[in-house]
């Protein structure tokens, strides 16, 4: 390992990101080439925690590589249907995670080492559907380091809190505001609630993280400043986002400290950890670790694509950031609103965009899929 400028090595980065700040490095992305060819197992090597993957993680793995061509083969000649086929190669791959973070899940005591798979997005607006679908991942899977994605819409809120009362491992995924991601830790902790009044008394092992995405929101609000146009209005571009991310986690320290939390973290409850996601730059004028650097803090997850992951432990600045001026936070997030930009507005589209994009993803691969099973037919 090579010296970082911050003077500790670049994979010490990680390991510092846990053992000094107490946010959990995750790997946002999964191949299958990862799991047989023991990247996955060097990543956990270096500090990686957890792992997150998604329909346009598993379209890109299956895709463009011939790894899974002999499991899906077999499955089809074997007369098992396409959609069917695609679950296992996804339950395939997800078991491998799994195997490979089990000794941090066993290590953290079930606090970390978790893997998140997707239930299918397009069932994003439809409750029972939803919660049908994450009760039959965890059953089908039966991994104790599992964790099911649900998208944090209204219609999922309700699932998140039936799955959580049942006592399953749940990632919210695609939260884009703060008032959503009020609802979300509501719903986790009303779930919990929920096991206590049907007479459960050791909260211990059900965990949850509130996966609050970030990039794609400076790009949507950088182009509504854009056409404002005004030099005060551009000087705002790029900082939405951090100051998002950073109210949020405001309101985290709010939501999980008081009477109705303690009674819960008395029978052993953990909170529910603020997860930053799409955390990879978009736009190239900003630095590279943007959404790792100014997002750091205990009781939070960062999951981030391997660039970069690797370009943190480059050059990534290893100090706690997410709450240090919360003041200035609210004045970013004041002063966009100021010019016109209607955060609420910003974050229904961003969800809808969200939805579709895994959902086309998903819809995509199928297609692909059934293209070649008529070829081996």
Sequence with gaps: MTEGGNGSTTDGRLEGLYSECGQSPWLDNLRRGWITGGELEAWVERGIRGLTSNPSIFQKAIESSDDYDEQFGDL???????????????????????RALEPVHAASGGTDGFVSVEVDPSLAHNTEATTKA???????IAWPNLMVKIPGTVEGLPAIRQMIAEGYSINVTLIFSVARYEQVADAYVAGLEDRVAAGITDLSGVASVASFFVSRTDTEVDRLLDAVGTPSALGLRGRTAVAQAQAAYGRFGEIFSGPRWERLAALGAQVQRPLWASTSTKNPAYPDTLYVDELIGPNTVNTMPDAT?????????????????????????????????????????????????????????????????????
Excluded: P
Excluded at 346 to 365: I, M, N
């Design 309 to 377: 992951l690797d370009a943190f432990c480059d050059h990534g600045k290893l100090r706690r950031t997410i709450d240090a001026d919360q003041s200035a936070a609210r004045y970013v997030l004041e002063a966009v609103t100021s010019h016109g930009v209607d955060l609420d507005g910003v974050a229904d589209t961003l969800e809808a965009q969200g939805v579709a994009a895994f959902t086309k993803s998903f819809d995509e691969l199928l297609v692909s899929l059934e293209a070649k099973a008529d070829s081996l037919a």
């Design 76 to 98: 089809v000649c074997g007369g098992t249907s396409v959609d069917d086929a695609y679950w296992q190669l996804v339950t395939s791959d997800i078991r491998g995670a799994l």
């Design 134 to 140: 994450a009760r039959e991942l965890h059953q089908g």
